[in-house]
Structure formats: C-alpha cells, structure tokens
Nanobody, 123 residues
Framework: VQLQASGGGLAQPGGSLTLSCVLS????????MAWFRQAPGKEREFVAS????????HYTDSVKGRFTISRDRAKNTVYLLMNSLKPEDTAAYYC?????????????????WGQGTQVTVSS
C-alpha cells in the first residue's frame, strides 16, 4: 500500500486549499482514511477521518465547519477541503489508512501513512 499526498502550499488567512491523497496497491474500499497534521515542535494530531463508504466522518473541534473530508472511489483518492484557513493550521499534513470500516483519532489505528504535504497559512 502506498499513499501519495499532494496539494499543500501557501495560503492567506481566510483562504482555501484542497489536499489529495491517492492510494495505490489496494482498493480504497478496504480502508477507513484520515488526515493528521504536525506543526514544528508539536505532536502529530488528528484532523479528520472518513469511513470506508464515506458515510461516517469525524473532525477535530478546531476544524469543524471549515474542513471537509471526502473520498472518490473511482479515483482511489481521499480529499481534505480546507476553507477559512488560519495561521494555526500551518503544519505538515499526512494521510493515513486503517484496515477497518470506521476509524477514529488514534494514530495507532492506522496501518499506512503517506509522506507529508506542507500547508503554510500566512499573509
């Protein structure tokens, strides 16, 4: 299983970015998926997760109402739409896959990790 994340970059406060994570080697239907992020000097933290069929999503409180996680079965891809970005959203963002139908916010639930994609929010 390989996860390839992309879409990071520089955004202004209040702006938007969309991250993508392509899973290769297996069907996306076999996994619950999530996004985590890690700022310099901080622990990697949970951002959002989505169940195997997209019917169940969870978000950390700080991104609720601003971020949306989704998945495209045909493209074997998971997305994170980030709106109303804040400087505190600056971090490296990682996608992760769990061999289960529904996953939560624990890092140890996830079997596979992609490389990080950097998001910087600054004016």
């Amino acid at each position: 299983v390989q996860l390839q994340a992309s879409g990071g970059g520089l955004a202004q406060p209040g702006g938007s970015l969309t991250l993508s994570c392509v899973l290769s080697g297996f069907s996306l239907d076999d996994f619950a998926m999530a996004w985590f992020r890690q700022a310099p000097g901080k622990e990697r933290e949970f951002v959002a997760s989505i169940s195997w069929n997209g019917g169940n999503t969870h978000y950390t409180d700080s991104v609720k109402g601003r971020f949306t996680i989704s998945r495209d079965r045909a493209k074997n891809t998971v997305y994170l739409l980030m709106n109303s970005l804040k400087p505190e959203d600056t971090a490296a963002y990682y996608c992760a896959a769990a061999r289960k139908a529904i996953s939560g916010n624990g890092r140890d639930e996830y079997n596979y990790w992609g490389q990080g994609t950097q998001v910087t929010v600054s004016s």
